[in-house]
């Protein structure tokens, strides 16, 4: 395929770029950065200012999928999901964020105890955009990750759910980078979650 990666130098971005590559797709790797994205096969190093929708527009038109990997404090959400409309691409797959995950019923994971102060605005704005996304026309994803979400291993094995952390057995709910990347590019290759919101852990 050919993929519109947005935030591609970022903790999670750069994984997902590095998963890409290997598998064979040419990726356009969008950023404010791009002297920082990595020297890898069939990847085109372009800047970009996500907040420039006219010029996000014309950096994804012609991909046959949009990957976004940014913050949602720093962009207008809205103007993301308008771009990509005009741009004709449909298929959009969003870097979600635990947050707006149940742990409980009637509880989220932005409103448990614990939950950091700091954090709260950026998860509360990810679940603003997930709430954009429903209202679309958009084929769109929404992937949230687990509570711990770092990096490690790639081992490719882990678990898929739906709009609740996954927890293991000893009560942990985790995810590497590494492996969060592995479960975003088979979603791209074998669309499953389509139109909805899903999550992976141990």
Known sequence: MKVALLGATGAAG??????????????????????????LPRVNARALDAADIDATTQAIRGSDAVASALKFTSVDTAGLIEAVRRAGVKRYVVVGGAGSLWVSPGVREVDGPGFPEHVKPEARAGWAFLEQLRASDLDWTFFSPSRVFT?????????????????????????????????????????????ARFTAGY
């Not at 997902?16 to 950023?31: F, K, M, N, P, Y």
């Not at 678990?159 to 009560?171: E, N, P, S, V």
């Not at 590497?176 to 592995?182: L, Q, R």
């Open 14 to 39: 750069s994984r997902i770029l590095q998963e890409l590559s290997d598998r064979g797709h040419t990726v356009a790797a969008l950023s404010r950065h791009p002297e920082k994205t990595p020297t």
């Open 151 to 195: 990096p490690g291993e790639r081992t490719g094995t882990f678990r898929l759910g739906t709009d609740h952390l996954i927890f293991d057995a000893d009560g942990k709910s985790a995810i590497s980078f590494e492996d969060y990347a592995v479960a975003l590019v088979d979603e791209l290759e074998t669309p499953r979650h389509v139109r």
